[in-house]
């Protein structure tokens, strides 16, 4: 594997196997068990875009592994970008410097046109409205660690699924496996056709529907990422869909028992800070496997 630019490349669901086999034994381990398999490893973080849970799970993950870490967490604004250096000079520079780029940048493609131009391994963490693959990895991971399979399940993907990366990744990974999907949005937000087609393709059975109330009682996983601001034309138009939808506790008066509650993080108004404490919120400990698989995949490209 020599970049990580798109769940895409994930067709071998026996690489996916062996990455979580290796995350699930990380996580298993001490601190002081780690390997060192990044030892002399320079890992660059250039992120263009603010983060905290993408950055800083690469950078400890490195860390952990025996490597070193050189860091922008907001270069669009405080590297040369600043005077009008391309992205694809930045690249070919920080190839001096670094062993891998982990890369986070707004405009949509800016990872596959990184990986282009650079000798050294690029991540993607992220590129626009685009791909997210690792959190898409990462949150395949969680479910199959709460729920054993995915085969079967009815999996809720709930809100801002036009603009969402993380939830485009996962709904392209999910086409390695059998389960029902409820895209639940605005019609305005719902998940763009590419995806669509890609369920149909891959023979998943999926439904549209801009409300949960006859769905609510019967998912097993609800994913429920912010409605992204940013990606908004205009601030009136983000306030007219930011509450749209919310797990709060009322709603989980309605929702299954061993159902799971999902985000990516960060989260603004969908989930309520009452339900942090019930078991089937998830979403922290899913942040934490973050760190797991992301070592386990920095491991993968330079093993």
Not at 107 to 115: M, P, V
Not at 126 to 153: R, S, Y
Not at 242 to 253: C, G, L
């Amino acid at each position: 594997m020599k970049h990580v630019i798109s769940v895409r490349q994930f067709e071998d669901k026996k690489f996916i196997e062996d990455i979580f086999a290796e995350a699930a034994r990380l996580k298993g381990l001490s601190p002081s068990e780690y390997p060192k398999s990044l030892q002399n490893k320079v890992v660059a973080t250039l992120f263009y875009e603010p983060s905290t849970r993408t950055r800083l799970s690469f950078e400890t993950a490195t860390l952990k592994l025996g490597g070193q870490v050189i860091s922008t967490e907001n270069a669009g604004e405080t590297s040369s970008n600043v005077k009008g250096e391309t992205l694809e000079d930045t690249i070919r520079t920080i190839n001096g410097y670094a062993d891998a780029i982990v890369l986070r940048h707004p405009a949509l493609g800016s990872a596959e046109l990184a990986a282009r131009y650079s000798a050294v391994p690029i991540v993607n963490a992220g590129d626009g409205g685009g791909d997210h693959p690792t959190q898409a990895l990462l949150d395949l991971f969680t479910i199959l660690e709460c729920k054993k399979d995915v085969n079967d399940l009815k999996i809720g993907l709930v809100g801002d699924l036009m603009n969402g990366r993380a939830i485009h990744s996962l709904a392209e990974l999910l086409g390695l496996y059998k389960p029902e999907i409820y895209c639940i949005a605005p019609p305005s937000l719902q998940l763009p056709a590419n995806y669509l087609d890609g369920f149909r393709k891959n023979a998943i059975d999926f439904k549209q529907l801009d409300t949960w109330e006859s769905v609510i009682d019967e998912l097993d996983v609800i994913y429920i990422p912010r409605v992204q601001k940013e990606r908004f034309d205009s601030l009136e138009e983000y306030e007219k869909f930011r509450d749209s939808f919310i797990v709060n506790a009322e709603a989980m008066k309605r929702i299954k028992k061993d159902a799971i509650i999902m985000s990516p993080l960060p989260r603004v108004t969908e989930i309520a800070p009452e339900i942090d404490n019930d078991p089937r919120a998830v979403y922290f400990e899913q942040a934490r496997n973050g760190l797991y698989v992301r070592m386990a995949l920095l491991q993968a490209l330079f093993v």
